[in-house]
């Protein structure tokens, strides 16, 4: 079954401090994964977005990496601003075999709230 | 970077009555269009995809008839929910494809629906 599983469910961080969220994926056959920001009341908004041969792609503060064997990614937010609070979605896009095109698996977020 | 407006961003509106979501490209064409759901704490439900002049896809368990998308042209989509009721609140969030490598996805800001 394709799944994207996200952790931790929710994060409580200070601002200036890093953090690591964590995305395990059952989803195949593999096209590209996506890290996504979204605030509350907003659409997600593209933070990196990685193919099979690429194992970290960085985007100002977030950095992603990519573990194709193992089907793990992670976001690592460096210096953490009061600004970063918001969801943070892991989607894998996996290819579609009959009729082609690709289809997006969304986690259900990372809840990031960074205090003073 | 692409764009992709919602209109509106929120509304309220009586049960029985039916709304319209209109969901634009703005600097790009948009070969395919998506709608989804989110509700609270969760993560985004695709309910349909639209092609250009084409009836929309729909996905298992969402009623067509009740939730009507047209996509006219290349940068217009519109979903109208269609006798609304207070289960129908929810976020709506529409997304569009252009042509491209990594076939992209572009968010919109979402609508917020409250059904009374």
């Known amino acids: 079954k394709n799944q994207v599983e996200q952790s931790p469910q929710s994060l409580i961080i200070l601002e200036g401090k890093n953090c690591t969220l964590q995305c395990n994926y059952t989803v195949s056959p593999f096209s590209n994964l996506r890290w996504y920001k979204q605030d509350t009341g907003r659409g997600p908004v593209s933070l990196t977005i990685?193919?099979?041969?690429?194992n970290t792609k960085s985007n100002g503060r977030y950095t992603a990496t990519l573990d194709a064997d193992t089907k793990q990614s992670s976001l690592h937010i460096t210096a953490s601003q009061l600004s970063d609070s918001a969801s943070y979605i892991c989607?894998?896009?996996?290819?579609?075999?009959?009729?082609?095109?690709?289809?997006?698996?969304f986690g259900t977020g990372t809840q990031l709230k960074v205090e003073l | 970077g692409a764009v992709v407006s919602q209109h509106p961003s929120r509304v309220i509106c009586k049960s029985g009555t039916s709304v319209k979501i209109e969901c634009r490209s703005l600097?790009?064409?948009?070969?395919?269009m998506f709608w989804y759901r989110q509700f609270p704490k969760k993560s985004l439900m695709l309910m349909a995809t639209?092609?250009?002049?084409?009836?929309?896809?729909?996905e298992q368990g969402v009623e067509k008839d009740k939730f009507l998308i047209n996509h006219a042209s290349l940068t217009l989509s519109t979903l109208t929910v269609t006798s609304a009721h207070p289960e129908d609140s929810s976020f709506y969030i529409c997304?569009?494809?252009?042509?491209?490598?990594?076939?992209?996805?572009?968010f919109g800001p979402g609508t917020r629906l409250t059904v009374l």
């Open positions: 639209s092609n250009e002049g084409s009836k929309a896809t729909y």
């Open positions: 600097d790009f064409q948009a070969t395919t």
């Open positions: 989607v894998v896009s996996r290819y579609i075999l009959t009729g082609g095109g690709n289809k997006l698996t």
């Open positions: 990685m193919t099979f041969s690429e």
């Open positions: 997304s569009a494809k252009g042509l491209g490598e990594t076939n992209e996805q572009f």
